[in-house]
């Protein structure tokens, strides 16, 4: 063994000697459990730098880290403005190994290992005498790492204007990016070489998105997900953004290097820092195989273990709601037409005239009830439901809901009642239209609302510039505003799913009751113009890294001109929206589409149906950033086995071949494949499916073809289970 | 009387053709009740514009109105970014008088006259078809005019760049002001003639304040005390400022034209505006006397009427406190000295070392409460009892304080139960630190304790630089905060003393829980430094015009180096501060000096006792800006005539004759004087003072000499009231 750890330093040596680096007593490196992954740490010229090389091949080149301070007009010594950049020596150094298997609330797998090890090097700037440590953990499949300040007399509050952290990639690598940005994330994912992402960058900006404010030419958000030349996955997102604003990567493309750009607030500084305290975690993931990039768990493994004690009343969920109508264009979030704008204290919804198109109305709300119910859904979100929407965007209004006042067609204790006695449980919305400063307002007296109702789960939306005005969806401002709510929910016993809020990073295992992100383009984008039939085989690599994503699924009729008067075609086959079920986890899963349209397609609704939306395991069996995910994922039955199987491709089509291997006895399952018909296609024929049952068993090899920007959805129930099944 | 007019017209046709106006059908003129005050409107090159004369004087010369608008993003239509400036035409006018008295709830007067004419004048932009009124209301002591946006299709929401209303003087009139700040308002005021404003304007700022933003280098505050060399006293000011920016002032120093300066946010954009909406009123007073400054009650008959409904928990209140003691370095806020820095949930006090010098204590709280019980006092304000004040200010700190938490050596329970037995309320202090998001998220937990614990009155503060960082102390969005908690607060039936928030603009009329505001450099400047000894007779032209200020006086034991280390003196004799208890109204008036001191006076401090804080009549005597100012105040009790009467001065001294024709009855009262001893001076011998008791009657004539930087202070009770005097 010693003998192999030798060739490898030997061979690391001739990596690091290209980039000229002297081994001298401040180096120090660090293996992971495998091997598989080698951190380099050193100093050079007072500034520490790192680098990782993943199987010997070089995933990050000599990258400094440091972190360029501000001005603190308010400090009273001048020390705290010196830059954490340089000028430092290395005065002590901690390697330990951590190894332990924890459950998550929810999850892809009941079980998560969590097994690194770590070196923390305790850095003295020589002339302040300020001490920063940088900690690694360096885990089989990547590393993360982040910056530390113990408290102390010279460094008790500092300003960030920039923190400079580097990746230097060895290459021009391909990446699939979108552009950096302080306020959407609601991009389509560009596939490009490094070197193109600035030829590239403008018209990947979506420019007409509610709120947009790029920085760069260059700029790119995380999780950003890359290949090599040599075959070689790299992934460089952040874990447990807390207090701290959300990194955006900007790339230096003549050395192919990047470095941290975080997002400023109005002042346009970047982060108010109280010792002690610490940054995200910077990770870069890596692979040779792309199916370790979505089983990984890397990122949840570095936030903190769950904050909430009693967890009992968060529970994952499927739901339906009054929102794909309105989102389509065939109903209405307003009420009326009669109101040049609104404001809340003063117009009259009394007296105002229904504009005949309120999707929120009692009654129509009673048929998303009645289906909820009739499908075992658990949960039916309505949107457009309390006063306001004829007048909510586009004018930087802070006013803009109470989130307690429902529309006049809106009755609350009749729907609330309906829902109960069916079994189900109505879902809040509260769209704060970016008035951040509104929301907090009406916090308290809006989950004291939800509590007296019986809503356990609300849909949060941050649509439009934020106010206070000036301030960025991403700024560490806001990034303590969204956990706010999180943990003002959680003393409610409220579940939170967050749209256009910060991407995230993992704190879903500190606070399950995040239940749920959007932070991503998603279906509605389909209405929209679109989106590629590869977004949701990017997805998983990029976006879903940090969590759960609300992408509201199960739209089966594509061609939505069939039931109104939108255009748009919605880019993928039938078949592929019921492998979204599988392939794009989350806790929280929408049955998006309108019940009528299920009544068109029942056989293949069944799927949606039965589908959980837990998992008591997960094996990805195929993957490939932009072309294919096939993955398997056990149900959390006990008593049974259970399994269910999803593959979805970009719009070249792709074959799987699926050896069923990982079924658990060695009894007949009954397998239902929901495949796309030989002729679908997402665009010509999208609708164009077939269902076969059939009986398996482990081992067998099953081949599954799909179609251009299709999928398949499988399911496989052991023939003869036990008598005790119940659903853990 | 037609003549008159007529004279009085072609008098003002002079003064108007030396501007070059010419009368033409869009002019409109109007004069006040008594014809003192004299409007004149028209438009010229499609600008609005007007003038104001007082006793055919100019008072306003040609004078433009207008608004700049910025860019808005968010508009659908580029109309909106039209400025409202130019391109007008009258399309209607409406003329009309109103005559209306009413009642405050609190006030230096039981009754409260609301007499004007008002001229209306509807323009139309001729090319966005855009109309604004603008509303002038024409009083005997000045006048009032705002800006109105009714509800139109092109007008829906715009962006205020910045408001152009010019105030053009007719000369270089002797001016008491302050620079022009968007963040802190306690500097000393500056006597100069206009243009000398430049000049002197570096040396007049408080560059050590906690936060400074001066703007411009003419630029003052509102309100701005003028007197023009023909013995004008001229005031400008505003108000109503609601849901908008304060104004400031930015001179031309070559035409002496003033123009209003609103303030930015952090985006340095003003205001944000949805129609329908307005502009606060701005205010010009003006009189050849100065005493109808400080009588008059133009700006709060421009505010709204009393929106609260039950106002019976409403009632001023004189309150001693735990607060000079630390204001003057003899004891502390914060609890101990062990913390580097404080992190509310983490940061252990119940093993922290006692500094043995926190003020907050139980015993010495208990202290101030037998002193407030056995004097008359209704409440104590305890400042340092909570958490966090070993490290509030100076950082940009956002979680600062919680509100709610006590220090360990603060019995809450058994203080409030001690206070209740005594007959004694406990004033409740909330600092936020200008830290207006954490305080936005505490504020309803914050108040319910109040409920909880007995406490109907709140001291606010709003010390440093504003989080929301970037914003500013009288921004649109702060002064939307202000207002945000007198509503919530008057929701818990809570008074409210805000400290360093916007300079009020008469809002005490509809919201009477206002019960003060600081707002300017009160007392406590004594401890830092001192205030110069005009300093009190300057802010009642000044700073008082919009509303009560807790400026704290009482601080009999003026030369503060007697009981602590402080070596300040305070610039007053000590009937001096006396004399303020009547010269600078206030329902809300504190026993500022340490109940020891009180002791060492004892018979000085028994008109600190008896004189009460809410007054049925006040009759200014004699007034002039920066020397002296003199008034009369009836107490409000039923049965018996009953005076106080208080003079205060500059360092020149001034000798006051009062005739006694106030009086009510004929028959004697029982007079006392406390008057400074002849050889009494602020500085060199500032607590000799006589106390002299004489039957006095009506029309007496009194002559009082007032040292340097003196005063005096006087009651008046009937000899022989009836039976049923009680308190009103």
Not at 66 to 91: C, I, P, R, Y
Not at 545 to 556: A, E, F, K, R, V
Request: charged share 25%; with cysteine.
């Amino acid at each position: 063994m010693n003998r192999i750890k030798l060739l490898t330093i030997t061979c690391l040596f001739s990596i690091t000697s290209m980039a000229q680096v002297m081994v001298d007593e401040s180096t120090k490196m660090l293996y992971s459990p495998d091997e598989s992954v080698f951190l380099w740490f050193s100093i050079d010229g007072g500034r520490p730098y790192y680098s990782v090389s993943y199987k010997q091949q070089p995933v990050v080149k000599k990258s400094y880290l440091g972190l360029e301070l501000a001005k603190d007009k308010h400090a009273s010594k001048g020390l705290e403005e010196t830059d954490l950049m340089g000028d430092f020596q290395l005065v002590d150094t901690k390697k330990s190994t951590f190894d332990e298997t924890w459950q998550p609330v929810w999850g892809e797998t009941r079980e998560i290992r969590n097994n690194y090890n770590e070196l923390a090097v305790t850095l003295k700037q020589r002339e302040t005498n300020r001490i920063m440590i940088l900690r690694f953990r360096v885990y089989d499949d990547g590393v993360g790492f982040r910056y530390e300040f113990p408290q102390q007399p010279d460094l008790n509050y500092f300003i960030i204007k920039e923190e400079h952290t580097q990746f230097a990639m060895a290459g021009d690598h391909t990446a699939w990016w979108i552009p950096g940005d302080y306020d959407t994330q609601e991009q389509e994912t560009q596939e490009s070489k490094l070197s193109e992402i600035r030829s590239r960058f403008h018209d990947a900006v979506n420019w007409s998105n509610s709120s947009v404010s790029v920085f760069s030419e260059t700029g790119v958000q995380t999780s950003l997900q890359m290949k090599s030349a040599d075959g070689l996955y790299i992934n460089i997102h952040e874990a447990a953004c807390v207090d701290y604003a959300t990194m955006h990567l900007n790339l230096d493309d003549k050395t192919m290097t990047f470095e941290s750009w975080l997002t400023p607030d109005a002042t346009g500084l970047k982060g108010f820092m109280q010792t002690p305290c610490q940054t995200p975690w910077r990770t870069v993931m890596v692979s040779d195989d792309a199916r370790d990039m979505l089983s990984s768990n890397l990122i949840l493994n570095l936030n903190e273990p769950c904050k909430i004690e009693d967890t009992s009343w968060i529970h994952p969920t499927k739901y339906c709601g009054v929102w794909w109508e309105m989102i389509v264009g065939k109903s209405t979030w307003s009420y009326t037409d009669d109101f040049l704008s609104v404001d809340l204290d003063r117009t009259n919804y009394q007296t105002a005239k229904p504009n005949g198109r309120h999707g929120a109305n009692t009654e129509n709300v009673k048929r998303y009830i009645d289906f909820a119910a009739k499908n075992g859904l658990d949960q039916v979100l309505v949107e457009g439901w309390n006063i306001g929407w004829e007048d909510w965007f586009g004018h930087w209004k802070e006013y803009v809901f109470d989130f307690v006042t429902p529309y006049p067609d809106f009755d609350l204790w009749e729907l609330n009642n309906y829902a109960k006695k069916k079994g189900v449980k109505l879902m809040m919305h509260h769209e704060t239209s970016s008035s951040v400063t509104n929301y907090e307002q009406h916090l308290e007296k809006a989950f004291n609302f939800m509590n007296r109702w019986g809503y356990d789960a609300v849909k949060t939306g941050y649509v439009g510039d934020i106010i206070p005005r000036g301030d960025h969806h991403y700024s560490q401002s806001m990034n303590k505003h969204y956990m706010h709510v999180v943990e003002e929910a959680a003393k409610h016993r409220i579940m939170v799913n967050a749209h256009e809020a910060t991407r995230p990073t993992g704190l879903c295992r500190t606070y399950p009751n995040l239940i749920g992100n959007e932070s991503a383009r998603g279906t509605e984008y389909e209405a929209f113009g679109g989106n590629r039939p590869d977004h949701t085989v990017i997805l998983p690599f990029t976006r879903l890294q940090g969590g759960p994503m609300d992408y509201t699924p199960g739209i089966l009729e594509t061609q939505l001109n069939t039931w109104s008067d939108n255009k748009n075609q919605v880019n993928t086959t039938l078949v592929g929206q019921l492998a979204l079920y599988v392939t794009m986890y989350s806790p929280l899963q929408m049955v998006a589409d309108l019940p009528e349209n299920y009544a068109k397609y029942a056989d293949a609704f069944q799927f949606i149906r039965d589908v959980p939306c837990n998992w008591e395991q997960s094996i990805y069996l195929e993957a490939e950033p932009a072309r294919y995910v096939t993955v398997a994922r056990k149900a959390p039955y006990e008593g049974v086995d259970c399994w269910y199987v999803g593959g979805k491709c970009n719009e070249d089509g792709h074959t799987s071949v699926i050896k069923l291997d990982f079924l658990e006895t060695d009894g007949y399952y009954n397998c239902t494949i929901y495949a796309d018909a030989k002729n679908a296609h997402y665009k010509k024929n999208p609708k164009a499916y077939t269902i076969q049952k059939k009986r398996v068993k482990k081992g067998d090899i099953l081949k599954i073809k799909q179609a251009p920007g299709g999928g398949f959805a499988m399911s496989l129930y052991e023939a003869n289970p036990s008598l005790k099944a119940v659903i853990r």
